[in-house]
Antibody, heavy 123, light 107 residues
Framework: QVQLQESGPGLVKPSETLSLTCTVS??????????WGWIRQPPGKGLEWIGT?????????????FYNPSLKSRVTISVDTSKNQVSLKLNSVTAADTAVYYC?????????WGQGTLVTVSS | EIVLTQSPATLSLSPGERATLSCRAS??????LAWYQQKPGQAPRLLIY???YRATGTPARFSGSGSGTDFTLTISSLEPEDFAVYYC?????????FGGGTKVEIK
């Protein structure tokens, strides 16, 4: 059973970079069985897919990423296979980026979700 | 980008009643649609995938139907734990998109 745990600052200043880490347990981040990524939900609003990383290859590190076009210019999702972690960086944040950020497995459907972490953008 | 429109926004029903939720896609997603349930303070939970298949642990009172652009989630007889927000999600095309949600509340 895959478990996901988000961590990172709960408060980020406008124009700075939001950085979150998700620690994966119960499964290997380098497994080709899962997609890894992030979804967010502004307070009281709906869900928005941010991006997905798919790791492939058993002999060399090779990952493909897919990003929401509305965020693509500001987003980077990466993995650290040695720590079994997936990370999110979102640049140049504004108040509109205030949301609960979920680490998840957004390949086709989303079987696994972290508990979510609230990130507030405010000075 | 495929836009998913859910209706109604809010459904007020009593326990034991039947709930019918709708999700309409701006273009065909074949049967590549899922439904999620979200309770306050919790992450969403996958209920239905590929339009009509129940995910592991989903009670039989939940059923999904539809294809192309029109989909329905039916809860045959509402239990107290079913009052929540429900989202549809398509995987027919990137980017993955979600509907705006339907809140099922106690009447």
């Amino acid at each position: 059973q895959v478990q996901l745990q988000e961590s990172g600052p709960g408060l980020v200043k406008p124009s700075e970079t939001l950085s979150l880490t998700c620690t994966v347990s119960g499964g290997s981040i380098s497994s080709t069985s899962y997609y890894w990524g992030w979804i967010r939900q502004p307070p009281g609003k709906g869900l928005e897919w941010i991006g997905t990383l798919y790791y492939s290859g058993s002999t060399s590190y090779s990952a493909s990423t897919f990003y929401n076009p509305s965020l693509k210019s500001r987003v980077t999702i990466s993995v650290d296979t040695s720590k079994n972690q997936v990370s999110l960086k979102l640049n140049s944040v504004t108040a509109a980026d205030t949301a609960v950020y979920y680490c998840a497995t957004p390949g086709d459907y989303i079987d696994y979700w972290g508990q979510g972490t609230l990130v507030t953008v405010s000075s | 980008e495929i836009v998913l429109t859910q209706s109604p926004a809010t459904l007020s029903l009593s326990p034991g009643e039947r709930a019918t939720l709708s999700c309409r896609a701006s273009q065909s997603v074949s049967r590549f649609l899922a439904w999620y349930q979200q309770k306050p303070g919790q992450a969403p939970r996958l209920l239905i995938y590929d339009a009509s298949y129940r995910a592991t642990g989903t009670p039989a009172r939940f059923s999904g139907s539809g294809s192309g652009t029109d989909f329905t989630l039916t809860i045959s007889s509402l239990e107290p734990e079913d009052f929540a927000v429900y989202y549809c999600q398509q995987r027919g095309n990137w980017p993955l998109t979600f509907g705006g949600g339907t809140k099922v509340e106690i009447k």
